[in-house]
């Protein structure tokens, strides 16, 4: 399968300049406006942000068993732990970290709402009419006012950390990019806990672009359900992100060939079809190996870091000159001193290519204002994997094959 597409593959353009987002159904390269939301990091919404991911994959996992009838390969011990109630694989990005969320719309006639992209979850969600008033200041879906919108009379809780979601589950065309997922199913949530409130998560809801078999619907996610309908070139989407205004997109349907250096692209193949999951070779600093080599790591937009069990975390750090660990439960943050934190970014190998972390991407900034010492992008949770985020994204342009069960890193152009 030819993965490398012209500009005749559909593509959605991730714009970090605010835009009022144009849609329409045709088979024309259309480019869709998104949003880069991101406040001043700090220790606390790191934090908060890595016990949301912990929790994301302990659902995740707890989705999977649920479908396939088996737990998956990298269940973890943790994964038994008692949590608020029976939840599903959300990931809430909290102030201070990145969120990178699209434009959709969704019924007949449209209604418009933005979410947040996310490949380590395969829900889509959104706030109701029916909703409390946390969901103030979002868009709210209100399916009474669709003719294709269909009531599948079934609830559903998504929960993680403190915070919650609950509706019912509807099913309703949903366009994205001009292709349109017919009688998708998502969660009209009739209850946003405060950390969903658009002061703590600015886009209205969240699209998981993994697979079915972590959904806890559970039901074909939307780019699945794009796949299957056979409108798209191509089984694949394309990721660029960057803190440079106008220089993200998502691609669907092919990738942007004029974003990457085509003869450096490595592919590695999903060992499990439920995350994007795939071997890490290495992760080095300074050439020195760090943690074992040929380990399992999930590729994950819906997380700003990179992040390893705490024991793997400890190590990367260690024998850093000033470096700090910032520990909260069972999630660890490092910073090191700002003059020379740029020295200690991670190179990342896939596939026998080895990819290497910019200063820039790595550094997260003050861990307080006018302190000396930065937050670094590499943290311990409570994971027995790595979890590959955006702080690794940004430096390279990502290849999401669904058809072909395989992950693609190049370098950027």
Known sequence: MKLAHSFTSLLALVSLAAGSPVQQLNTHALRLPLERKNNRVDVKSLQAHLAQVSAKYRRGFAAY???????HPLSMPSSSKSVKRDAGDVSLMSQGVDLWYASINVGTPAQTFTVSIDTGSADLFLPSVECSDSCNGHNRYDPSKSSTADDLHKAFVLTFGEG?????????????????????TLGAATVYSSDFSSENFIPDGLAGFSFESISRYPAPPLFQTLVESGQLQEAVFGVKLSA???????????????LYQQ?????????????????????????????????????DTGTTLIVADTGDAAAYFDGIPGA????????????IPCDIIDNYAPTLTF????????GDTFNLGPTEEGSSDCLAGVAGADVDFWIVGDVFLQNVYSIFDMGGLRVGFAELA
């Open 65 to 71: 068993e649920a479908n396939k009838g088996y737990a």
């Open 351 to 358: 596939g026998g290519h080895p990819f290497t972390v910019s």
């Open 324 to 335: 700090t660990s910032y520990t909260d439960e069972s999630e660890v943050l490092y910073s």
């Open 263 to 299: 003869g450096n692209m490595s592919y590695t193949p999903v060992t499990d079809a439920g995350y994007w999951e795939v071997i890490l070779d290495q992760i080095s600093r300074d050439g020195i190996p760090m943690g074992e080599p040929e380990t399992s790591s999930i590729i």
């Open 164 to 184: 919650e979601v609950e509706g019912e589950q509807i099913a309703d065309n949903v366009v994205i990019g001009g292709y349109e997922a017919k009688g998708q």
């Open 244 to 258: 440079k205004p106008g220089a993200s997109e998502l691609y669907l349907g092919g990738t942007n060939t004029a």
